[in-house]
Nanobody, 117 residues
């Protein structure tokens, strides 16, 4: 089991940048793949980016080239660097930890990101 706490959300102008962080508490952080999801008002929760323990990443088409996910296994942290932010990026962002075979998911409480002038 793992517990996740997000931080770094807030209000930013279009074109600006924001960095989200997720701190994981647990003994075997390297056993989990990590992801960032977001949910906008009236929308389904969607995958933004994911990263496995070895460092391979995956991104939603809508954020490719603008967002970067990274992890520090020694510190049990995952980050999402968001650049060139758009109003469409406004959502609650959730940190996710998951296992494969079988699939299990663990979630943070979420942090609000608002992109507005």
């Amino acid at each position: 089991q793992v517990q996740l706490v997000e931080s770094g959300g807030g209000l930013v102008q279009p074109g600006g940048s924001l960095r989200l962080s997720c701190a994981a508490s647990g003994r075997n952080f390297r056993l989990y793949a990590m992801g960032w999801y977001r949910q906008a008002p009236g929308k389904q929760r969607e995958l933004v980016a994911s990263i496995i323990s070895g460092g391979s990443t995956n991104y939603a088409d809508s954020v490719k080239g603008r967002f970067t996910i990274s992890r520090d296994n020694a510190k049990n942290t995952v980050s999402l660097q968001m650049n060139s932010l758009k109003s469409e990026d406004t959502a609650v962002y959730y940190c996710n930890a998951y296992t494969r075979f079988p699939r299990n998911d663990y979630w943070g409480q979420g942090t609000q990101v608002t992109v507005s002038s």
